[in-house]
């Protein structure tokens, strides 16, 4: 009964610390319990698993910079995306996975994915201004 307590903490704690190294897409905050555990991919949460094939998770993508997901049967181009980061000097590896399952679970056709596994802004499509989205998220322009 003693981690209860704790392990709520835990939970606020983490979501706080993600704050501003995020984007907020609108959606509500989930319920925080330690309890039980429902995958999304809303800013600010752990990226969720997803088997993309046999012996590859979608997790194994992330941890050496930041990473752009592209999903959907035809996923969005990321040129732009990725120029803003060259131009930064920002690390970002881009992935197109066609898997409609990750698209349902991802809830959005675009995803970038900071290096600790954090959701960090997601969208349908490429941002105006992606050079602000990435300077927010690696807290150049928080």
């Known amino acids: 009964m003693k981690t209860r307590p704790i392990a709520a903490?835990?939970?606020?704690?983490?979501?706080?610390?993600?704050?501003p190294v995020i984007v907020p897409d609108g959606t509500p905050a989930p319920v925080d319990d330690p309890r039980n555990y429902s995958p999304m991919a809303r800013p600010g949460?752990?990226?969720?698993?997803?088997?993309?094939?046999?012996?590859?998770?979608v997790l194994d993508l992330f941890g050496r910079g930041f990473v752009l997901?592209?999903?959907?049967?035809?996923p969005p181009k990321t040129e732009r995306f990725a120029a803003a980061a060259a131009r930064l000097g920002v690390p970002l590896r881009t992935h197109a996975l066609p898997h409609e399952h990750l698209l349902a679970l991802y809830n959005k056709r675009l995803a970038l994915i900071r290096p600790d596994g954090?959701?960090?802004?997601?969208?349908?499509?490429?941002?105006?201004?992606?050079?602000?989205?990435?300077?927010?998220?690696r807290g150049a322009g928080t």
Do not use: M
């Not at 997901?69 to 035809?74: A, H, P």
């Not at 954090?118 to 998220?137: F, M, Q």
């Open 9 to 19: 903490r835990a939970v606020a704690t983490r979501t706080a610390r993600c704050q």
């Open 118 to 137: 954090h959701v960090a802004w997601r969208g349908d499509d490429i941002p105006g201004d992606c050079e602000a989205v990435l300077n927010r998220v």
């Open 45 to 57: 949460s752990r990226a969720p698993h997803f088997w993309l094939d046999e012996n590859k998770s």
């Open 69 to 74: 997901l592209s999903l959907g049967r035809i």
